[in-house]
Nanobody
């Protein structure tokens, strides 16, 4: 069955780093774009970053630029989000999502599959 599983969320101090993983099963990422989204307490869902099926097209929301890096390993069917210089405002449940597509990714697409989320808490 199609499944996305996020991992790597944790409690981290401001300025620290985390690497989130999104492992896909039941389908191959060779034909899917992957997006990372987050939902902070009391806030709506926000798109953070996405990567095309080829891994050659990347997008970051302004607040993530220069701090976050998205990457993919299609052989492992896994997408990663490296998060550096974390801020308290980054605190949220982080979700990965998949959508069929072969071109550039967009965060305003209707993604087909979603993971269960992983909690990231940035606090001293």
């Amino acid at each position: 069955q199609v499944q996305l599983v996020e991992s790597g969320g944790s409690l981290v101090q401001p300025g620290g780093s985390l690497r989130l993983s999104c492992a896909a099963s039941g389908f191959t990422l060779d034909y899917y774009a992957i997006g990372w989204f987050r939902q902070a307490p009391g806030k709506g869902r926000e798109g953070v970053s996405c990567i095309s099926s080829s891994g050659r097209s990347l997008y970051y929301v302004d607040s993530a630029k220069g701090r976050f890096t998205i990457s993919s390993d299609n052989a492992k069917n896994t997408v990663y989000l490296q998060m550096n210089s974390l801020k308290p405002d980054d605190t949220a449940v982080y979700y990965c999502a998949a959508k069929p597509g072969l071109g550039s990714c967009r965060l305003n697409w209707s993604y087909n599959y979603w993971g269960q989320g992983t909690q990231v808490t940035v606090s001293s």
